[in-house]
Each structure stands twice: as structure tokens, then as C-alpha cells.
């Protein structure tokens, strides 16, 4: 089993930064790739960004948000810059073992609003 906790959301006005951080714990060793993603109001839930031996993005994030990874500390982060009212969402991290289950954080809420 895995827990994900994640920290770091707020709220900000347009064009801000956060730094949304997610910590792994149990049997993390399992873990092979690590995701960012997001459910805005009346929306779906959407990929933000995944990170593994490569990171991928979004496009509508493409150029703003940077996934980092943290082995050693068990740890993934989101840098989110220049943020935009259409960022607002509850932000969740995922992670997917070798054996392909998944694992969910209970999100952290992110607001963008003047």
C-alpha cells in the first residue's frame, strides 16, 4: 500500500506562483511513475502532469508548471507559475506501481481569483 498526502495549495491572484508538494509513504519503493492531477469546478478530472523517466505536461500547462521527483525524500512536487483563474481545481496526486495500481491523494485545493 501507498499514502499520498499532498500540501501547498491556496489561494492567488492571476499570474502567481504555488508549489504544491506530494508525500509518499508505505511501500514506496513500488512506485515507477508519479502524476499531478486536477478537477475543476462542474469539470472532469484531468492529467496536469506525469512524471517517470521523462516528465510530460499538459498543453494547457505546458511552459508554466515544472513536476519534479524527489526518490530519496519520496516526494513530488508541482511549481506552478504564472497561474490563471482557469487553474482553479482541486489538485490530486496519483502514483502507479510496477504491478499497474494506483494510488490517490486526497487533493489540495488551489484557487486563482483577484
Known amino acids: 500500500q501507498v499514502q499520498l498526502v499532498e500540501s501547498g495549495g491556496g489561494v492567488v491572484p492571476p499570474g502567481g506562483s504555488l508549489r504544491l508538494s506530494c508525500a509518499a509513504s508505505g511501500v514506496t519503493s513500488t512506485i515507477i511513475i508519479m502524476s499531478w492531477y486536477r478537477q475543476g469546478p462542474g469539470k472532469e478530472r484531468e492529467l496536469v502532469a506525469t512524471?517517470?523517466?521523462?516528465?510530460n505536461y499538459a498543453d494547457s500547462v505546458k511552459g508554466r508548471f515544472t513536476i519534479s521527483r524527489d526518490n530519496a525524500k519520496n516526494t513530488v512536487s508541482l511549481q506552478m507559475n504564472s497561474l490563471k483563474p482557469e487553474d482553479t481545481a482541486v489538485y490530486y496526486c496519483k502514483a502507479r506501481t510496477a504491478g499497474w495500481t494506483t494510488f490517490w491523494g486526497q487533493g489540495t485545493q488551489v484557487t486563482v481569483s483577484s
Open positions: 512524471i517517470g523517466d521523462t516528465a
